[in-house]
């Protein structure tokens, strides 16, 4: 009984010309039987040259019947017969014995010598239904395989994952089979090579690209995700559904770092050491990665802040599926030290003409402590208290508020960004007869006053009902004086 165990890392990184491999550890499968270890590695992808653009390519013949569905190009060389279409389908080009189809040919052999001559080999029974393989190369003893039942293939979390299978003679895969792959496995990455030919049972689902040296028969109801080339023999279908296999786009992980310098910050993106579950990174580059989660991470410095965020979360973490492309970032702010943050007091000044005043604000000079500022500027200040005010005017009222308490005080302490205001509000002025001037439209009115007595306010009021009999009294006395004069 076979157990294995599967270590999987792959970091690239892709810069703007072109893609630069950084570092690439294949995947390691560590195959423990009877207590004896075997070290395998994984195999290097099979390069079809322009033979990937075909989903069926034979050397005799390609026969069909039924409505299979071909989504690919369909090519014969140096065979000439391409019979059941219709009513089978096809979604691509068909190369018949033309220099497409004769270069296809060429790069099949090439690419079936790659996967038949990749070592170094796991041997394993020939029956792979009802197990599951990791990325690696195989064979039987027997130089046969079979698939009854269900074979896994698991990628163990890496899409580039390459499986080769190598025999000598025949595939033979039993009717309902079928070829499941998991954990980021992709079709594209599957390769079978066959020393003769490749029979796929009926209602069969199939996964890999077949390399067969002689032919390939998909019997009724067959599906395959990937190529199916014979090199010399024929392809024979029989409504089957035969779809090329495309590789998901790459899974990438770049890391962006922002530095951030107030005060006398000095340091740069280069001078922190950024990371990929430990493995080291630079800043804006595209990583491959394994699908799964991975944690972002950063050498800090105490003079920094550390915020990390975008796709990752805020301890560095990050799930990355099939296809996906995510980037973390981690920005970085110089802490200004407490001793460098000294107070700042803003004076702000605010005049209202409603009642016929015209002053602005540079009519009233403004003072911190006695020294003189500018409305809205920012002042550095000591620590402690300090006293705003201004030159007073008799036409306008004058309130402190803001940050300040209303006689102008106020204490700031270290890093303090404080603002006090003033308010001038104009007011109703007095005339100079004592009355009051009041705005009706433009129209002043006055109010009089009894003309002067002499006495104090308080001698003035005296009541009427003394002094109008007075008045009379006085009258009629001089009346009576003026009548004796004339008669004497």
Not at 109 to 125: F, H, I, K, M, R
């Amino acid at each position: 009984m076979n157990a294995y165990h599967s270590y999987d890392y792959i970091i690239n990184s892709k810069k703007s010309m072109g893609k630069v491999y950084k570092s690439s550890i294949s995947a390691l499968v560590i195959a423990f039987t009877l207590g004896m270890a075997s070290l395998v590695i994984a195999a290097t992808s099979v390069d079809l040259g322009t033979a990937d653009d075909f989903a069926i390519l034979a050397g005799s013949t390609v026969t069909n019947t039924g409505s299979s569905v071909i989504t690919g190009d369909l090519g014969l060389s140096p065979g000439t017969s391409v019979t059941g279409f219709p009513p089978g389908t096809l979604d691509g080009t068909e190369h018949v014995a033309d220099t497409t189809a004769d270069q296809a040919k060429t790069d099949l052999v090439t690419a079936y010598n790659d996967a038949a001559g990749q070592t170094p080999v796991s041997t394993v029974p020939t029956e792979l239904g009802g197990t599951t393989k990791t990325a690696g190369i195989y064979d039987s003893t027997s130089g046969t395989f079979g698939i009854t039942g269900t074979l896994t293939l698991d990628a163990a979390g890496d899409p580039n994952a390459v499986f080769i299978f190598q025999t000598a003679s025949t595939l033979i895969t039993a009717g309902a089979s079928e070829v499941v792959l998991t954990n980021g496995a992709q079709a594209c990455n599957v390769f079978w090579q066959v020393g003769s030919s490749a029979t796929l049972g009926t209602d069969s689902t199939f996964k890999g690209n077949i390399l067969a040296l002689t032919s390939a028969t998909l019997t009724n109801g067959a599906s395959v995700e990937g190529s199916v080339l014979a090199r010399n023999g024929a392809v024979t279908l029989d409504t089957n559904t035969v779809t090329k296999a495309t590789c998901a786009a790459p899974t990438e992980l770049t890391v962006t770092k922002t530095v951030v310098n107030t005060g006398d910050g000095t340091m740069t993106v280069s001078d922190f050491s950024l990371f990929i579950d430990g493995d080291s990174v630079t800043s804006g580059d595209s990583n491959w990665v394994i699908i799964g989660e991975h944690t972002v991470s950063e050498t800090s410095d105490s003079d920094y802040t550390s915020v990390i965020g975008g796709d990752c979360a805020a301890d560095g973490t990050v799930t990355v599926a099939l296809g996906e492309s995510l980037t973390c970032t981690i920005t970085n702010t110089y802490i200004v030290p407490a001793a460098d943050i000294t107070p700042e007091l803003t004076v702000n000044k605010v005049v209202i003409n409603d009642n016929g005043g015209t002053k602005v604000i540079s009519d009233f000079s403004l003072f911190i402590d006695g020294d003189s500022v500018t409305s809205g500027n920012t002042n550095s200040v000591t620590i402690g208290e300090h006293t705003v005010s201004e030159t007073s005017d008799s036409g306008y009222t004058s309130v402190i508020g803001g940050d300040c308490a209303a006689d102008g005080t106020i204490t700031l302490a270290l890093g303090d960004v404080k603002t006090c205001t003033i308010t001038n509000d104009d007011v109703v002025l007095v005339s100079d007869t004592g009355g009051t001037n009041s705005d009706t439209g433009g129209t002043t009115t006055t109010t009089p006053k009894l003309p002067s007595t002499g006495l104090s306010s308080s001698e003035n009021n005296i009541p009427w009902n003394i002094i109008v009999p007075a008045g009379i009294f006085a009258i009629l006395t001089l009346f009576h004086l003026a009548r004796r004069k004339q008669t004497s």
